[in-house]
């Protein structure tokens, strides 16, 4: 029914950038909010950061504040995440996810309808 598909993973020094996409096909939403997650080995689901529709409300973990910024281009169904000093604790598997009701802050996994597959972020030292 919907489809979320990340790109832009991949392994980079401390102190690098990476910039995380995020499209969405099958079924059309006249509106939604996007999230970004991520888990490292061990532990539980993150949240990292998400924003409204209108893209006019965006919300930050505290850990990535100042560093990762999120937006979205809903005339190509997608919202990306641009990842800044980059730290080795940023290591995690990145999913993108898709809130289809409310327009909020949503920070648990189990607020979102939808998520993609996965994509793996490795900062190494």
């Known amino acids: 029914q919907v489809q979320l598909v990340e790109s832009g993973g991949g392994l980079v020094q401390a102190g690098g950038s990476l910039r995380l996409s995020c499209a969405k096909s099958?079924?059309?939403?006249?509106?939604?909010?996007m999230g970004w997650f991520r888990q490292a080995p061990g532990k539980e689901r993150e949240f990292v950061a998400a924003?409204?529709?209108?893209?006019?409300?965006?919300y930050y973990a505290d850990s990535v504040k100042g560093r990762f910024t999120i937006s979205r281009d809903n005339a190509k169904n997608t919202v990306y995440l641009q990842m800044n000093s980059l730290k080795p604790e940023d290591t995690a598997v990145y999913y993108c996810a898709a809130r289809v009701n409310g327009d909020s802050y949503y920070p648990y996994p189990n607020d979102y309808d939808y998520w993609g597959q996965g994509t793996q972020v490795t900062v190494s030292s």
């Open positions: 924003i409204s529709w209108s893209g006019g409300s965006t």
């Open positions: 099958g079924r059309t939403f006249s509106s939604y909010v």
